[in-house]
């Protein structure tokens, strides 16, 4: 794992000064996936990375200064891809959650708030000896975690994208760190990353999808409930490995970005409906970057549809 420290102007090192080159910390094995939180509230960061060769998480306090105790390893489910941090059981202190895309489920890691953390919790008693065997199942080949409260309790509950079964999975929190069965909801192909915010802004958090294969993202509008509506989706170039949520006009809306990555582009998907008017009324309306945009022309020009949406006039039989 590489660390580089920043100036406070958006730069980073100086790639030409051999002193200010980034530092490598040693972790687990095979990390895919890290995550930057006070996990010990001695209001330095920390870091948490979900290490798939290992199944495990590595857990590095930070000493304030940009060095790190030498990480703590916790065993999770099998092949952890993806690892968020939040309070899940409403005690304060930051808890783990991992996406174990080999073990089809979450392992939920609880804080002790001292840095440290319990055995995965089990979701049916009486608990295995081996910890990783405590999970929570979800849809097949979870990659990617997040968390959010979705049925508007106040407490967190989980959403993962399964790569192998197109879907996200929901899990309900019950507030003491254990979650209720997973909820499928269908979303593009191949799922790769998922975010939660109010994208429609009804109060209710609403999912996003960036489908790799799919090249697109699907918007799940939450109902308040835990459930969702239909997923709708919005083309954002080749292959979106990653996505988020942000409001990146500052227009108030919830907007999502995407990383391409056989695109080598990232997309802005800008979401034009103000803060009130839901994403799913009418046509969709996505904005996409200028790139996206290039991009988009290359595809209806290889598609014989012509730039702009106009069709082609025949050519004339000679
Ligand atoms: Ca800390
Ligand atoms: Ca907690
Ligand atoms: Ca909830
Ligand atoms: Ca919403």
């Not at 996936?33 to 590595?58: R, Y």
């Not at 909801?185 to 489908?211: C, E, I, K, W």
């Amino acid at each position: 794992m590489a660390v580089l420290f920043g100036n406070g102007d958006g730069t980073f090192f100086d790639p030409t000064d051999p002193l200010a080159s980034p530092i490598g910390v040693s972790v687990g094995d095979g990390p895919v996936s890290v995550a930057v939180a006070d996990l010990d509230g001695d209001t330095n960061s920390d870091i948490v990375t979900a290490n798939q060769l290992g199944s495990d998480v590595s857990v590095l306090l930070g000493n304030g200064d940009g060095s790190f105790e030498d990480p703590v390893e916790y065993g999770v489910g099998l092949s952890p891809q993806s690892v968020a941090v939040a309070d899940l059981d409403g005690d304060t202190f930051p808890d783990l959650v991992t996406a174990n895309q080999s073990s089809d489920d979450v392992s939920v890691l609880l804080g002790n708030g001292d840095g440290t953390f319990q055995a995965p919790v089990c979701s049916t008693p009486p608990e295995p000896t081996d910890p990783a065997e405590c999970p929570f199942a979800t849809g097949d080949t979870p990659v990617s975690v997040t968390v959010a409260d979705f049925d508007g309790d106040d407490v967190l509950d989980l959403a993962t994208a399964n790569r192998a079964s197109d879907d996200v999975s929901v899990l309900l929190g019950n507030g003491d760190g254990t979650f209720g069965a997973a909820m499928s909801f269908a979303v593009g192909f191949l799922p790769r990353s998922v975010a939660a915010g109010d994208v429609d802004g009804d109060t209710a958090n609403d999912l996003v999808v960036a489908n790799f294969r799919g090249d697109d993202v699907s918007v799940l509008v939450g109902n308040g409930d835990g459930t969702f509506r239909d997923a709708n989706s919005y083309v954002v170039g080749l292959g979106p490995q990653s996505v988020a949520v942000a409001d990146l006009d500052d227009d108030g809306a919830l907007d999502v970005v995407t990383a391409n990555a056989d695109a080598n582009q990232v997309a802005d998907l800008l979401n034009l409906r103000g803060a009130s008017a839901p994403v799913t009324s009418g046509a969709p309306v996505p904005l996409l970057s200028p790139l996206g945009l290039a991009l988009l022309a290359l595809l209806l020009a290889a598609a014989g549809a012509g730039v702009a949406g106009r069709p082609r006039r025949p050519r004339a039989a000679r």
